[in-house]
């Protein structure tokens, strides 16, 4: 039987369960390590959603970085908006070192190209982009991702971080919209 979750007017069903999230963050985290030995990278996360990836991913890392936080908006409801609004910017120098974004999900890409943009004019010496999900059947935007958890479907999902207007953030699991 499937596991349900009510989250305000909707329903949601399992997904993807932590245990498969913690296996798939391991894994992009060695890569991580490998690739980014000995460059002191940056971390920069995206708030609200990929709160809970940077933490795992955090504890997985296991060579010199940092961490700071941006936040974006970018969603209403279940649908992408198509505009990025910075609402809390950046307050660590990111001039010549490696930035990795750390992003809960891409979707259209519109979030990854407009955050890109704004971090490139800080004249990084390079930007990675780690992603807990990916959604290549909605990807509007030619992005490169360095790193990538999971691939899904085009399904509106909830939990581990990603929520419906505020809510579901909390689930250690992933539920996607059952209708």
Do not use: W
């Not at 809970?52 to 649908?79: D, N």
Request: aromatic content about 8%.
């Amino acid at each position: 039987m499937k596991e349900i979750v009510t989250i305000k007017d909707k329903q949601f069903e399992k997904f993807i369960e932590f245990q498969q999230i913690q296996a798939a963050i391991h894994e992009i985290a060695r890569k991580i390590d490998n690739d980014l030995r000995d460059k002191n990278p940056i971390f920069v996360a995206v708030l609200n959603g990929a709160f809970m990836f940077a933490g795992e991913l955090m504890k997985e890392v296991s060579i010199p970085c940092e961490i700071t936080f941006v936040r974006l908006a970018s969603y209403q409801g279940t649908s992408t908006t198509n505009k990025v609004q910075e609402v809390l910017g950046l307050n660590e120098s990111i001039e010549n070192r490696t930035v990795v974004i750390v992003e809960d999900i891409v979707d259209s890409g519109n979030t990854m190209v407009a955050l890109q943009k704004e971090l490139n004019k800080l004249n990084p010496k390079e930007i990675k982009i780690a992603t807990l999900l990916l959604k290549p059947d909605a990807l509007k935007q030619d992005v490169d991702l360095d790193y990538v958890a999971l691939e899904i479907p085009n399904d509106f999902i909830v939990g581990y971080g990603l929520d419906y207007d505020g809510y579901g953030r909390n689930l250690k699991d992933i539920y996607k919209i059952s209708e």
